[in-house]
């Protein structure tokens, strides 16, 4: 008889190999993560990989634990009564306990002509299906991106110092997190390399044909490539598996992470959805899930109370080149007048991304080291879940 206990990690990005590397804390547990993917995806960098200025690539070698055990294949279904999953290899592995952190992707982009004729960005294979085909396009031809969250914004400026002529359409405004004077100095940044933005009322996309990009006003812009960054969408991978989900998708926890089904998987990233309150996507919210979803495992084979998410932003980066940059500084989640911009600002951005991937690399050698998930804030979100706490529906019954 053994008393070792089997995690199983799905999902191999930011909150999937912090949750993998923190849970070899204890000696008596094994860990198993399962990718689709043999090597890591900085996601951050994806934008710098179609301008060609970095892989966005790491070795796995280079960020998990080598206690982890690395399966290189998807996850067709989760059996939660029989504790195991299907990979689509066809084989099976048990499990006592599932983190489920299968991420996100680019959402399917209702616009008629968006699927057949934009190029979405949000995953590598994405990205790299892009790279060849923004190397060969004409120099003088019209570049359109479409989106102006951190990821429109960083690929318009990315691919405008690529000497592009590039145009980014808002569909509203520039950067809606941002702080009136944030968005003056991204705008002003734009502007020195030549982006065009297309702001305001009526800006949306109402469809993409081969060579152009037309709005809900009635313009037409010309547009030899499309780049789509309007929105993410989630794996169907709960729905498949009869777990309980969110409108988009996501799997439904209590604010321990723990699904409402079964309190033997655990969610974390961009596919959970604590209390019917999700986080923002982005890696700033991942790696900290990733922490808080491998602590209340560890607890509850500690048999003790797993505590709640700790959900703090304290602001955003964003890219603007290789030359320029800004980071937003914010207080419960919204931006705040202060910002570090110019080339400061990308040395901040810089930091981070590599600071991201030392992050994860540092649990890996030293399991427990990471500790901003247990940072003091996150009072404007105990204050949503106060307010809502009396017409939220009932918890579905879980199973042990």
């Given at each position: ?18 949750a993998a590397n923190r ?259 982005s890696c700033q919210a ?70 991201v991937v030392k992050q ?41």
């Open positions: 008889m053994t008393n070792n206990t089997e995690v199983v990690v799905i999902g191999g990005g930011y909150a999937g190999v912090m849970l070899t804390r204890r000696d008596d547990v094994t860990v198993t993560l399962i990718n689709p993917r043999p090597t890591f995806v900085n996601r951050i960098r994806l934008h710098q990989l179609v301008a060609g200025s970095d892989s966005a690539v790491v070795d796995y070698r280079e960020v998990l634990s080598e206690r982890v055990a690395l399966v290189a294949d998807s996850v067709a279904r989760i059996d939660s009564a029989g504790r195991s999953v299907t990979l689509a290899s066809g084989s099976t592995v048990g499990y006592d306990y599932l983190v489920y952190a299968v991420g996100s992707g680019s959402a399917d982009p209702a616009v008629p002509g968006a699927a057949e004729f934009a190029h979405p960005i949000a995953t590598l294979e994405e990205a790299e299906r892009l790279r060849p085909v923004f190397e060969t396009l004409p120099a003088t031809a019209a570049v359109t991106v479409v989106g102006a969250g951190p990821t429109g914004i960083e690929t318009a400026a990315e691919l405008a110092e690529a000497n592009r002529a590039v145009t980014l359409v808002c569909g509203g405004g520039l950067g809606p997190y941002l702080h009136p004077r944030g968005r003056r100095s991204v705008a002003k940044r734009l502007a020195g390399l030549g982006v065009t933005v297309v702001d305001g009322p009526d800006t949306t996309v109402t469809a993409v044909t081969r060579d152009a990009v037309r709005l809900a006003d009635g313009r037409e812009l010309p547009s030899a490539l499309t780049v789509w960054t309007a929105g993410f969408g989630v794996p169907d991978l709960a729905v498949r598996s009869g777990l309980s989900t969110d409108a988009l998708g996501r799997l439904r926890t209590d604010e321990t992470l723990t699904s409402v089904d079964d309190v033997r998987i655990v969610a974390a990233g961009d596919s959970a959805a604590p209390s019917g309150l999700p986080l923002r996507m991942a790696i900290p899930l990733g922490a808080r979803a491998a602590d209340t495992v560890l607890s509850r084979i500690a048999g003790k109370q797993p505590s709640p998410l700790n959900a703090v932003f304290a602001g955003q980066c964003i890219s603007l080149g290789r030359r320029d940059g800004i980071f937003q500084f914010a207080r419960n989640d919204v931006a705040v007048w202060f910002n570090i911009d110019g080339r400061p600002g990308a040395k901040l951005k810089e930091f981070v991304c590599k600071g994860l690399a540092g649990e890996g050698d030293k399991p427990g080291s990471y500790r901003l998930h247990l940072t003091p804030g996150g009072a404007q979100r105990q204050e949503l879940l106060r307010a809502g706490r009396d017409a939220a529906p009932a918890t579905a019954e879980r199973t042990a």
